[in-house]
């Protein structure tokens, strides 16, 4: 079965440094790969998402991911991050084409604080 | 708001009794999915539907939970005799028709908290 590992749980940064979160999957096959977001009191948001294509994504607000099919790992960056960044961060994996599930396998999270 | 929407936000309930929980997809969409959250950890997926027809169901589905979509829109989710265990926070998800399931991309709602004493 699918996982997902989210390898840093708790991250703090300064304004304006530079984030990066790492996610890496189990499933060697095609693969569809998400980046949620949950800020504070809110329900999780649609962050980037890849299917297929370039393997460098960006998505809203700054944040762009990249998938490298070697290495099993689909990483989010910011280059500048702000205090509103503030919030958890969830990596999700859907492998539909091997084996047949529509359902999302989410990593654990990585809570992001930024220091203003 | 054409968001997805559950209700009620948030459940406290005693430890034997039945609960409910309701989702309302987006509009058009066909897709509708489960999903519980515990403290710390990403969703967990429970149950797809597509239209009316449950496809996909979890093994952390026990017997005592049910869902239903009668009518392909909106979805309830019934757990009986709750334990203490069952305390989460229980996400509903869904996407649109297309893309063969392939490409879909889920929306959630904000979820119902379910507090077990």
């Known amino acids: 079965a699918q996982s997902v590992s989210q390898h840093n749980h708790h991250v703090i940064l300064s304004e304006a440094a530079s984030l990066e979160l790492g996610c890496n999957y189990s499933y060697g096959g095609t693969v569809n790969l998400f980046w949620y977001v949950q800020y504070p009191g809110q329900h999780l948001q649609l962050l980037l998402k890849?299917?297929?294509?370039?393997?460098l994504v960006k998505g809203i607000k700054g944040f762009e991911a990249e998938f490298i099919k070697s290495k099993f790992s689909f990483n989010l960056r910011k280059p500048s991050v702000q205090w509103s960044d503030t919030a958890e961060y969830f990596c999700a994996v859907k492998s539909p084409m091997d084996t047949g599930r529509r359902a999302l396998t989410f990593g654990s999270g990585t809570r992001l604080q930024v220091q203003p | 708001d054409t968001g997805v929407s559950q209700d009620p936000r948030h459940k406290i309930t005693k430890r034997g009794q039945n609960v409910t929980f309701r989702c309302d997809p987006i509009s058009e969409h066909n897709r509708l999915y489960w999903y519980r959250q515990t403290l710390g950890q990403g969703p967990e997926f429970l149950t797809y539907?597509?239209?009316?027809?449950?496809?996909?169901k979890s093994r952390l589905l026990s017997n005592r939970f049910s869902a239903e979509r009668p009518k392909g829109s909106f979805s309830t989710l019934e757990i009986q005799r709750t334990e203490q265990g069952d305390s989460a926070m229980y996400l509903c998800?869904?996407?649109?028709?297309?893309?063969?399931?392939?490409?879909?991309?889920?929306?959630f709602g904000p979820g119902t908290r379910l507090t077990v004493l």
């Open positions: 890849y299917f297929s294509g370039d393997p």
């Open positions: 998800a869904s996407s649109p028709a297309g893309g063969g399931g392939i490409t879909d991309t889920q929306y």
């Open positions: 539907f597509q239209n009316e027809a449950q496809l996909e």
